[in-house]
């Protein structure tokens, strides 16, 4: 598997990351609205695997994420592209009954190698990733960007839901009759 090394800031300000973000020279690649299913694996005290598979509606991908903490270096991946994502739901969904659909923006932007998003996720502020090779290089990615939000570490969406008093499930819930749309038809 592949370290995923990254970052989240909270509680950001998209007009102040988009100023700042130009400010040291990164290049924006993309504005996404994603869907995406998530298949819980295996969810115990201290560690979280699953399954997301997401699209925005050109490209689709498959990926396996194994968390085990909040730090920069506590998730592995594995990610696949995929064809065709009603077809792959179908599949994984023969295999997995704890599914969760949702939908999100993120505008996606490149330092060099490194990735840095801004995410619209429901109920939530926008938040920022960072996403580079090293611990190092995401520190020093967020030293330059001089923004305010509240450093959070490297922890799935529901982590994040969770800090807030919500349920990531009864969030995603929500969108039931989305998923059984795309799931039966």
Known sequence: MTKEIELKILEVDPKE?????NRIGAKLIGKYNFKRLVFNVLNTKGRHLWLRLRTDGKDTTLTLK??????????DELEVSVSDFKIAAKILSAAFKNILYEENKREEYTLGKAHITIDFLPFLKPYVEIEAGSPD????????????GKPFGNAPASEV?????????KVAGRNYEKLKRLLYT
Do not use: C, E, Q
Not at 66 to 75: A, E, M, V, Y
Not at 137 to 144: G, N, Q, T
Not at 161 to 169: N, T
């Open 161 to 169: 839901y969770k800090l807030y008093g919500m349920d990531y499930k």
């Open 17 to 21: 990351v988009r100023r700042n973000l």
């Open 66 to 75: 194994d968390n085990k903490g909040k730090d920069l270096l506590s998730t």
């Open 137 to 148: 290089k995401v520190l020093s990615i967020f030293k330059k960007l001089k923004i305010k």
